[in-house]
């Protein structure tokens, strides 16, 4: 037990270590992809200090919840990207290591964030808001769909038995978990607002998403706001690779943990490389079209239920 909750305190450093180094390598990527020089892999973390530094400046009619909102976000995507296995699954919060938990303290922190979006009153934080929820109602039930698919055939959601399950060998080759991997990737970019459903380095109002939402946050606010906006693209990472790439990961039937961490850095460098890689070579798309997007990711999670369905013969 004392192991596993030294486990569960590096893994929960370490995803908050490696979280803006995963955002300095993609922008680091994407600026070389363009013949640009680009910041160095350190500038996030001097970001987050200067922010830390300045002073906060609020609205005059901003509520409890607006200066809440920062710490309660923070606190549920942190938690989230701890609960993800990213070097072993010997962890001390195994046991709540569960998808549809994961699902909720998502939107958790999104509820918050769309709540201070409108509290100020702004127009453009409204809009903001009200996109997110859109996008959140396509992206939640397609993110359901894939998690019911990879349950059929673990017969678990929780993600220690699902790691532990593709790394056994009894998996083979299945259309449905590729369709499934598909959906997660596209729901992916959707929930971390990267192109095509936005920008996040964009400052033109009526095109923002969540930049939008964050317009009026300041100093440690606005600093809570962007970590925990990293550690969201690190866990969706994280995710993808504990679900679909679980190989050196240390999971009960064995593993180094060093294997384990070093696997993981890969990981971490191949998908921010392949997302630079794929925002360079996509233009933003228009905000009534990211209903088409992400209904084809809910088409193809749905398939790949069907398929696991079938194939099992329920």
């Known amino acids: 037990m004392i192991t596993a909750i030294l486990y569960q305190i590096v893994q929960m450093l370490l995803v908050l270590a490696l979280a803006p180094a995963l955002t300095g390598w993609v922008r680091l990527v994407k600026a070389r992809l363009l013949g640009r020089r680009g910041p160095s892999l350190l500038q996030p973390y001097r970001d987050l200090l200067r922010l830390l530094r300045k002073e906060v400046v609020l609205a005059h009619n901003a509520s409890w919840l607006f200066r809440a909102t920062p710490y309660a976000m923070f606190t549920a995507i942190w938690l989230a990207a701890g609960l993800v296995p990213v070097f072993t699954t010997q962890l001390a919060l195994a046991p709540a290591a569960d998808l549809i938990a994961l699902i909720a303290l998502l939107g958790t ?58 790394t056994s060998g009894m998996v083979g080759l299945r259309v449905s978990l590729a369709l499934a991997l598909i ?31 964050v317009l009026e946050y300041s100093g440690r606010h606005l600093a809570l706001v962007e970590a ?29 943990l060093l294997a384990g961490l070093l696997s993981f850095l890969a990981k971490l460098a191949v998908a921010g490389a392949g997302l630079a890689l794929f925002e360079t070579s996509v233009a933003k798309m228009r905000v009534f079209r990211v209903g088409e997007f992400l209904g084809g990711a809910l088409l193809l999670s749905l398939l790949g239920a069907i398929f696991l369905y079938v194939s099992r013969g329920v």
């Open 109 to 166: 922190a999104r509820f918050f964030l769309a709540l201070a979006g409108m509290d100020i009153g702004t127009g453009f934080g409204g809009i903001g808001s009200s996109r997110e929820m859109m996008i959140a109602a396509l992206a939640e039930p397609a993110m359901l769909m894939m998690v019911f698919s990879v349950a059929v055939l673990v017969h678990s959601t929780s993600l220690a038995d699902i790691a532990a399950f593709m």
């Open 183 to 213: 959906a997660l990737v596209m729901v992916a970019i959707a929930e971390n607002a990267r192109i095509p459903i936005d920008n996040p380095a964009t400052h033109l109002e009526l095109t923002m998403v969540h930049e939008a939402m």
């Open 228 to 256: 925990a906006a990293m550690l969201k693209l690190l866990l969706y990472v994280a995710l993808i690779a504990c679900i679909f790439v679980p190989w050196g990961l240390a999971t009960g039937q064995g593993g180094s």
